[in-house]
């Protein structure tokens, strides 16, 4: 049975798809399937997930009924296979009444190899019965770390799958996704009842990708620079984090000549639909977005991904990044991250919803990201090692090509650290950074003046740091928990990793920012 299945599986490939040979793990996920075992496939974007249930659908009987939360893509993921002589269709709320009924009169004639539906359909119990009388080849559940409620793409409605294996435990089923972590990973096998998968981990490096993140000093100008030097013409998307940066932002550089459009969820569905067939299509266009774009593009020439506002979690950099250069040539992930960056997001996530525990989950994930920002290590090693996987330097990340110079912090840390002890104790007060950077800096301003602040005893300790040092130096704090920020004004008080170093007992070393040509920085040497 085995040899025979990948025999026919490889003219599948050749003949409908016109490919030479199986990438990666496919041969293997394929041939898995098509001898009726369930497969759980973590591959990154780019690696060939498709086929790796569209061709077992051809080669067994019956349909292969695809999950996907993607419904605006379905229409053209029918329409490729439909180019290729495969029989696909959809069914979603985009359909009118008698469309669906004739997609369910193909799907019970058995006329069709592939059936996508979108989860919040599949669920429902008329569905369940559709399906029952249909004649199902597999069960492949795509984005499938949807079901994990701690990730960032969470939908409930995918917490409903978990019944396919009760309802129809001899079809097989496969569950793709390009985002795990070892957690998540354990999670959606659970979710999803994959107890007796079989596990495809495929490496989760994207070699082709540059990855640089640099100090936010005028973050619209470096975007700007980077654009009109590096990309001028790409196709690129830049990721901001509310709705109105991303409008503003669009703006600003169509008003510089890049063609650029918004996307986020604020926008009504045509022009959100119109944006994103604009940036498949045409040549060149930016697209400024919130996270609410980009699952499911395929679009093989994005040049670069930028980041203006810092991810909630490395699992969303990987995925955001992972969308430039699928076509396997150069491209960049670049991001531009600032002490403000740290502060706002701490106070989003103290804000937000969810119990503690949820908030100290969410949290260990922004340290997570903020320690990739921090590192003076390899960018790749860090990022792989969050997926569990070993790697070697890879020199091809800024720094590797770069190597960050680093100075030793310890004295300016502690008397960083000391200033927010004193503030506090001697006062009862906690005060954000700028406060703060006055005291060090001894700035004699209003603002110190009026609440006597130049009368402390570390007034003016940290002279000898300029307002930009003395940010970079708070911000790779706040990174390794040498201080936090609580609350709307993001006061700063004492983290866990603080007593050491007070104690004199442990060192920091710090990078050096590097020199920025424009927009105020200087270098903290
Ligand atoms: P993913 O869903 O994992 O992001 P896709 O399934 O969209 O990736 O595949 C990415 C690209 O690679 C597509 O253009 C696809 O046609 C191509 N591809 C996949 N498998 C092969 C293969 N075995 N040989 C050649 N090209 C392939
Ligand atoms: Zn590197």
Redesign the pocket.
Known sequence: MTAAATTSALDV?HDV?G?????GQ?AAIVDRLITGGDAVVL?????????CYQIPSLVRNGTGVVISPLIALMADQVAALDNLGVSAAYLNSTLDLDEAQEVERRLLDGELDLLYLAPERLVLPRTMQLLERADISLFAIDEAHCVSQWGHDFRSDYLGLGVLAERFPTVPRIA?T?TATPATHAELTERLHLQSAEHFVASFDRPNITYRIEPKASARSQLLTFITTEHPGDSGIVYCLSRRSVEQLAEALVARGIPALPYHAGLPAEVRAEHQARFLREDGIVMVATIAFGMGI?K?DVRFVAHLDLPRSVEGYYQETGRAG?DGLPADAWMVYGLGDVVSQRRLIESGEGDQAHKRRVMSHLDSMLALCETVDCRRVQLLRYFDEDSAPCGNCDTCLTPPATWDATVAVQKLLSTVIRLDRERGQRFGSGQVIDVLRGNDNDRSRASNHDQLSVWGVGAELSETEWKAVIRQSLARGLLESHGDYGVLVLGPAADPVLRGEAEVSMRIDPVRRSGGGRSAS
Do not use: I, N, V, W
């Open positions: 490939l798809f490919y030479e040979e199986f990438r496919q591959m990154p974007t780019g690696g060939g997930k498709s086929l793709l390009a395929d093989p699928r």
